[in-house]
């Protein structure tokens, strides 16, 4: 164990009495709208609240079309439903299951979590959370609209081409998704960036890495996964959506490309995907299990371990999805190999589970069931992996309902269950009551006998050898009575969550200040009094279960007698603490409610969903009304030191604006570099992928190839660029204040950095054109063209950021000590430069040496 | 509790990332090495009776062990001298060699195939 002695109470950073008017000043800061203007909020608990109900809504949804298919399936050569309706309804359960529901549904409880169990306020970029969750909800609703409209996605949740491309989907079902779903990914990242830096930056002093929560670790760990994971399926809708609309060759094989380039794009994505929805169940259940047996997790750092080895290993099993592909035996084995070897964190994690129950005394209320019903369904689920993973079976059983039957056990088993009981034991945080005991035994008997009876036969289903995705089969065949019992099995399941919603409006009440509490005797942070602003003062950490090993540390953090027991600026406003000691850095000023978050989603919801109708000019009215309003939030997101230093209690003083690597926006900025060295990675993927398997589409010898004075040129003109930023930055550091010399020299270089990378994309795509390549002839050259555009992207937004970098400049907002802005601007800059070079030696360099 | 930190983060947390750097590197050249050998149909080629990709795969697997070897192996020596730091500290370097171990046993199971099963089919 890690726990050091608590603070004696006589030492406790702020004394009382406090000042009479702290609490109410506290309060109106934090004071949330209402009415209407609920749209405008920001603050985690109501973006977290809206979140979660969306993505149970879509879970019920999705839901609702697996019951439709169910009852397609209960007898053979049913007419329910037809072959197409049938393929847009599988489909749609699929994607809405994992892209609506369960990586939003764990984002949403980690937002409205985690700041109060890191003793943070709320996270460090509140109106980042609102625009995620506005961009998903909006774009989740017309894109499940589009079922009702018989215009869904109907190739399948992964969308493999041929059969997505233009010559086998010429419709607009295919772009709903690669449109879509494009953008929801965008706001999944958003949410990542989030809670990185949030977990990294805001937890309340003296919580260290060692004494983080199992919970916060495994969201951490989830952040990352989905920075490196989703660039992948990004770049593969982007690919795919310019086949489909340019006929830019990459999936057609007699231009150069393959389809298998998806697959991996999609499955290197996918396969950590599964995790992604698995890891943060898998903290929530670290959390409930401890409440639930009175004792301290069993094996805390193994634990630790165990996530990130899953997190990391599970990027080495995307072809596992592949095996009956035609892919080298050889490599097969590397990828069945990782699949065995990630069973050991996972195993860790199940042995420390247990063991923890064994060492305490299980108190077997609904929260708990469902941990037991996870518990036996996920193993199971476990252990066909491992079987599956074996390639000689997975030839076997590819594609039939064997495989249905594994990924729900793993999916629903690894991630429903945890997510119910986690809805059951944390209720309590939210609402005046708890949800009831005698209803929650009835929600679990019914999701958990209704599951295994709906899923358990499947597995017999699929070795008698019944294909996934047919919408009906002949009788005689062995299937019937199979699947008659699976949908019997599925109805129980929705019979199960329908008193849980009957649970939920009768004994659900929301209230945050005045909330249910710590009915289950809980030891983390999320337990202590709370209002809006989420904890009175912010406490001092000695161990991982706080609640359990600091006597009185509620009654004092509600008394205020820890850190920052009132706002010190008068306006919302969380501690900064450093990532590995979680010592004070800086006082964070947070926004308040306001409408930018929400015209910002729907300007970029407008964008992407009316290209997938091809209305272009209202599309790209969408996308300058997000422009404008992402500028206009940012406006007043760089304050500089415009308050004294401020004491926090305990003799600490922080100031209120930090600059350069201490910064929590010099963070976000690193993290979104890293995402954007995934997406560049992986176009690099493609291209090394392409040349691999098509090197006849290759130029050879050099021929076809921009003269080298091409490629010398954009690179001295990208070099120039980045020069003139890092003297920007120079000249910016002598500055304070208006007035100074160094701000012409800041503006004169900004001006002229900015031609000079529009200048190095331009000389680039000139010499490709005026060579004769043409995107539409070969996959060669559709990658190559693909990797301008992607920095052609990447100067689009920094032209715009430079010109608000300059704007705010002429307006007095950027000085050395001022500079947030500029250090962004930069730091993308310089990226952006570094990428450019990178490719330029790609495209010209390995043609000539390889070619 | 005394002081504000100046340093946004202690450089042992920066160490958390070697190792599974090192095992992507491993699994992407190994992966690649196949596919291409494959692809190009040259993975018949040998030397001293051992084939091509089995060498490299090999001589990746040496390059890898021995630079997670040295990971863990530091993170232990720091670890043992952080017996009196901050537990932070101490943890960080724990969980540099307990991810190190992890990846050298990932890269050794990985490799394991390349001794009993057909190249290219």
């Not at chain 1, 299951?97 to 996270?123: H, K, S, T």
Request: charged fraction near 10%; glycine fraction near 10%; aromatic fraction near 14%.
């Amino acid at each position: 164990m890690t726990a050091t002695s608590p603070p004696s109470p006589t030492s406790l950073p702020s004394p009382l009495p406090r000042p009479a008017d702290e609490l109410a000043r506290l309060e109106a800061a934090w004071t949330p709208p209402r009415g209407w203007k609920l749209l405008t909020a920001v603050n985690n608990t109501y973006i977290g609240i809206f979140y979660i109900a969306t993505a149970f809504v879509f879970f019920i949804a999705a839901g609702i079309l697996a019951l439709l298919m169910r009852i397609q399936l209960a007898v053979p050569e049913n007419t329910f439903l037809d072959q197409g309706t049938y393929n847009q309804m599988f489909t749609m359960h699929g994607t809405v299951m994992m892209f609506l529901f369960a990586v939003p549904v764990v984002e949403a409880i980690g937002v409205l979590l985690l700041p109060n169990m890191l003793g943070a306020r709320d996270l460090p970029f509140p109106r980042l959370s609102a625009y995620a969750f506005w961009a998903y909800l909006i774009g989740g609703v017309v894109f499940f609209g589009s079922i009702f409209f018989g215009n869904a996605p109907d190739g399948g949740w992964f969308m493999n081409p041929p059969l997505t491309s233009y010559r086998y989907s010429p419709g607009a079902n295919a772009d709903w998704w690669l449109l879509g779903i494009g953008f929801i990914e965008i706001s999944a990242i958003a949410g990542a960036i989030e809670i990185i830096v949030g977990i990294l930056r805001t937890r309340a002093p003296g919580m260290s890495l060692d004494k983080l929560p199992i919970y916060a670790w495994a969201m951490l760990v989830f952040a990352f996964m989905i920075v490196f994971a989703f660039p992948a399926v990004i770049l593969a809708t982007m690919l795919l959506e310019l086949e489909r609309a340019f006929h830019w060759p990459f999936f057609i094989a007699e231009l150069g490309g393959d389809a298998l380039l998806w697959q991996h794009l999609f499955w290197f994505f996918g396969h950590p995907e599964v995790y992604i929805i698995f890891l943060p169940a898998a903290g929530m259940v670290s959390l409930i299990v401890p409440t639930m047996a009175q004792t301290p997790l069993v094996a805390y750092r193994l634990i630790v371990l165990a996530l990130a080895g899953t997190g990391l290993l599970s990027f080495g099993l995307w072809v596992h999805h592949m095996f009956a592909t035609g892919i080298p035996p050889l490599s097969l084995s590397f990828f069945a190999a990782a699949s065995m070897a990630v069973t050991i964190p996972s195993g860790i994690q199940f042995f420390a589970w247990i063991a923890t129950m064994a060492t305490g005394r299980v108190q077997l209320k609904t929260p708990a069931l469902f941990v037991l019903g996870f518990l036996a369904v996920f193993l199971i689920g476990g252990l066909t992996g491992v079987m599956v993973a074996v390639v000689p079976f997975d030839w076997q059983v590819h594609d039939t309902y064997f495989i249905v039957a594994h990924l729900h056990y793993v999916l629903f088993g690894g991630m429903v269950f945890p997510l119910f009981a986690a809805f059951y034991y944390w209720t309590p945080f939210l609402s005046r009551q708890q949800l009831s005991e005698r209803l929650g035994r009835w929600v679990f008997g019914l999701i958990f006998v209704g599951f295994n009876v709906a899923f358990f036969p499947m597995h017999i289903t699929g070795l008698a050898g019944m294909p996934r995705r047919v919408y009906t089969y002949s009788a005689g065949l062995g299937w019937d009575s199979l699947n008659l019992v699976s949908t019997v099995g599925a109805f129980l399941i929705a019979a199960g969550v329908a008193v849980f919603l009957i649970d939920v409006a009768r004994n659900f009440r929301l209230d945050v200040t005045n909330n249910a509490g710590n009915v289950w005797g809980a030891g983390t942070l999320e337990w202590l009094p709370t209002g809006n602003y989420s904890v009175r003062s912010i406490p001092l950490i000695t161990s991982h279960e706080p609640l359990w090993d600091q006597p009185g540390l509620a009654a004092d953090v509600e008394a205020g007698r820890y850190y920052l027991p009132g706002t010190a600026t008068g306006r919302r406003e969380t501690l900064l603490t450093s990532a590995l000691d979680a010592k004070p850095q800086y006082l964070l000023q947070l926004p308040g409610p306001g409408w930018t978050p929400f015209f910002a989603a729907a300007g970029t919801a407008a964008f992407f969903l009316l290209l997938t109708v091809k209305l272009v000019v209202p599309a790209i009215l969408g996308g300058v009304l997000a422009i404008v309003m992402m500028l206009w939030w940012m406006w007043g997101s760089d304050p500089g030191p415009n308050h004294a230093p401020v004491d926090i209690g305990g003799g600490i003083t922080v100031p209120v604006y930090v600059t350069g690597p201490a910064s929590h926006s010099w963070w976000a900025m690193v993290t979104l570099l890293l995402v954007s060295g995934m997406l560049f990675g992986s176009l690099v993927f493609s291209y090394l992928y392409l040349w691999t398997v098509s090197p006849r589409v290759w130029p050879a010898g050099g021929a076809g190839i921009p003269a080298p004075v091409f490629p010398l040129l954009a690179a001295a003109l990208l070099a120039l660029s980045s020069a003139a930023i890092a003297y920007a930055s120079r000249a910016l550091r002598t500055t304070v204040g208006a007035g100074h010399r160094g701000h012409t020299m800041v503006r004169i270089s900004l001006l002229a950095a900015l031609p000079l990378l529009v200048a190095a994309l331009g000389v680039e795509l000139y010499g490709q054109w005026q060579a004769g390549l043409r995107p539409t002839a070969s996959s060669y050259g559709a990658v190559v063209y693909t990797l301008s555009a992607l920095q052609g992207q990447f100067v689009l937004v920094l032209l715009i950021m430079g010109g608000y970098t300059l704007a705010r400049s002429w307006c007095g907002l950027l000085d050395g000590q001022r500079r947030a802005t500029f250090d962004n601007t930069m730091l993308l800059w310089h990226y952006a430069v570094a990428q450019g070079l990178v490719a330029l030696l790609l495209i010209h360099g390995f043609p000539r040496t390889f070619g | 509790m005394s002081a504000v930190a100046t340093r946004s983060a202690s450089s042992p947390a920066w160490r958390l990332w070697v190792a599974p750097l090192i095992w992507a590197a491993h699994f992407l050249a190994i992966y690649a090495f196949t596919a291409l050998s494959c692809a190009r149909n040259v993975a018949t080629a040998s030397w001293l009776g051992v084939g091509s990709v089995t060498l490299f795969i090999v001589a990746a697997t040496l390059a890898a062990a021995a630079a997670l070897l040295v990971t863990i192996g530091l993170a232990i020596r720091d670890g043992i001298r952080a017996r009196t730091s901050p537990a932070p500290t101490a943890f960080v370097h724990w969980l540099t060699a307990a991810i190190g171990s992890l990846v050298l046993l990932a890269v050794l199971w990985e490799t394991l195939p390349v001794l009993v099963l057909p190249v290219c089919g």
